[in-house]
């Protein structure tokens, strides 16, 4: 192949994928949040927010109705909220990130909480077929008071059909920042298929199928309101089945960190709705609202 010609093979890659944007701007008005101002492109498509309970949050289902990520296509999410607003941003299904010969499927998220704002970020799994290429990175700012409770959850890839640890990059990093301008980072990739044995290429988790975060993160919540909630958590992890292990502590920046790894994803699920409620209670005295996923 010539020069040219591979130029030519090399601009028709780099052009497949779309260039998403969803941004979304949220405000207290009353005694419940609402969606003050918004704009998309596809391939995000914007939902409006419904209410899950009678605390005034809102619930926002982020939608791609081209039912995964390709190569080349990059998206973009910003969500804004002002003081005192409550929002809970989650997905109606799985992300799936389809194969791809050359470019990554690229998810870039900025989260902006304003202050004594409450922001909890549930999204559903990212399952990462086999040969695909994903890049995400989720960044979180929080002013004085803020909250953001972060569930972060990577599948093996498609378990069923035999794709354990079988695509070929994943690139993640969550960055929680403070008003006092402390961080919380989590940063790793992973390149399972350029190891003879994939399972050597993602250490310690090769032999689970999902690996999980959960970050949780206030800076104006008392110490022994951490202190509690840690034992609580800590307990959950381990009444665990031996199909789910994980982990709590106290990270740099005020509030909680939680490392799991499972075998199946309804044991998984099932103690993220059990950690999940146990911090809800603690912080807020609220029930565990149920997502209504279509």
């Not at 969803?22 to 209410?51: C, E, F, K, M």
């Not at 803020?146 to 070929?168: C, H, K, Q």
């Amino acid at each position: 192949m010539n020069q040219t010609a591979e130029t030519a093979v090399g601009d028709e890659i780099a052009s497949i994928g779309q260039a998403g944007e969803l941004v979304l701007d949220y405000v207290r008005r009353g005694n419940r949040t609402v969606l003050a101002q918004s704009r998309s492109r596809s391939p995000w498509h914007l939902s409006p927010p419904i209410a899950l309970d009678e605390t005034g949050s809102a619930c926002t289902f982020l939608l791609n109705p081209s039912g995964g990520l390709v190569g080349g296509d990059r998206l973009r999410l910003r969500a804004t909220l002002g003081a005192d607003a409550h929002v809970i941003l989650s997905t109606p299904s799985a992300n799936r990130v389809y194969r791809s010969l050359a470019e990554p499927s690229v998810q870039s998220v900025e989260l902006i909480v304003g202050p004594g704002a409450i922001l909890e970020w549930v999204p559903d799994v990212t399952i990462p077929f086999a040969g695909s290429r994903y890049h995400q990175t989720v960044h979180v700012s929080l002013a004085s008071g803020a909250t953001i409770l972060l569930w972060d959850v990577i599948a093996s890839g498609r378990i069923a059909r035999g794709e354990r640890w079988a695509f070929a990059d994943l690139a993640n990093e969550i960055q929680i920042t403070t008003a006092s301008g402390g961080r919380l980072l989590e940063r790793y990739r992973l390149t399972p298929t350029s190891k003879e044995d994939s399972e050597d290429g993602v250490g310690l988790a090769g032999g689970w199928d999902y690996i999980a975060s959960l970050y949780v993160v206030n800076d104006t919540v008392e110490v022994k309101v951490w202190d509690r909630m840690e034992e609580s958590l800590a307990k959950v992890l381990a009444d665990c089945p031996n199909r789910v292990s994980g982990g709590v502590s106290q990270p740099a920046v005020p509030g909680l960190a939680v490392k799991l790894v499972a075998r199946s994803a309804p044991d998984l699920d099932c103690v993220w709705q059990t950690l999940w409620s146990a911090i809800r209670g603690h912080l807020w005295g609220f029930p565990t609202p149920a997502l209504r996923r279509y």
